[in-house]
């Protein structure tokens, strides 16, 4: 695979992680280590759901090309309700910067990476490459989930945003969700 294809495909894979680390980045009041650990673990499991889906090859892609977007939309829209919710009550710790909310969002923004796997990386026998190509990936996301956050430290200093900052961010992870379900 060229690497201008490969590019491609990281980038698109990284928008989800890039939407929902806008949004935390606008509604989550985070500390900048939580925003890494975001990061972190949305490059982490791009790379080892393309990696696994990659792995598993064509036997599981006729089965389960639609189910990755309808998990992923309704976990991501849920922690949008529960973003809505949380921005109504006080709280000393923002709902998605507890250690669970890497793990599931992680996984929510990356189970399309398997789809990918399926499709794109399933004729790749040698390890090596199989390791660079998805590893590429995950770094792709890495980066634009930072980029994200330090945009929406942009868009949080406008005083309307900072204000509604829980709920903007909780309706854009619902929406997102649901046109993660629904496309």
Known sequence: MDYSRLILIALALSMDAAGVSLSLGIGGNLKRKSKALFALSFGFFQFLC??????????????????????????????????????????????????????????????????????????LRQIKLLLWNTGVIGVITLVISILAFILAEKIKSISFIAKYADYIGGIILFLFGMKMIFS
């Open 50 to 123: 393309t990696f696994i889906g990659a792995y598993l090859g064509v036997l599981f892609s006729e089965h389960f090309v639609a189910i990755p977007c309808i998990i992923g939309g309704m976990i991501i829209s849920t922690v949008g309700v529960f973003m809505i919710k949380d921005g109504m009550q006080e709280k000393e710790q923002p709902l998605v910067d507890k250690p669970q909310m890497y793990f599931i969002l992680g996984i929510s923004v990356s189970v399309d990476a398997l789809v990918v796997g399926f499709t794109i990386f399933q004729n």
